[in-house]
Nanobody, 116 residues
């Protein structure tokens, strides 16, 4: 079973930055071979894909975060990162990491709040 633990969220003013981290574990989980992704959940909306990174390092981003967010990975540490710059209130939400497509189990997520 895959276990994912996100961290790094918080309250930040508009224009600020945050760096999220996600550590994966599990006996059957080969992090280095998995396409990993960050998802965002906001109240009243479906969870949306924010960014993903394949095992070869190629990345994809939602249009709303292109040029502001950067996804990266450190396979030796089974860790996924999301560097978020120029944050806006629209970025507020709970951020989750998971595979792409997602594994059945989700972590607890990490809350990012950018007040308007």
């Amino acid at each position: 079973q895959v276990q994912l633990v996100e961290s790094g969220g918080g309250l930040v003013q508009a224009g600020g930055s945050l760096r999220l981290s996600c550590v994966g574990s599990g006996s059957s989980f080969i992090f280095s071979l998995s396409t990993m992704a960050w998802y965002r959940q906001t109240p009243g909306k479906q969870r949306e894909l924010v960014a993903s990174i394949a095992r070869d390092g190629s990345t994809n981003y939602a249009d709303s975060v292109k040029g502001r967010f950067t996804v990266s990975r450190e396979n030796a540490k089974k860790t996924l990162y999301l560097q978020m710059n120029s944050l806006s209130p629209e970025d507020t939400g709970v951020y989750y990491c998971n595979g792409r497509p997602p594994f059945p189990t989700w972590g607890q997520g990490t809350q990012v709040t950018v007040p308007s």
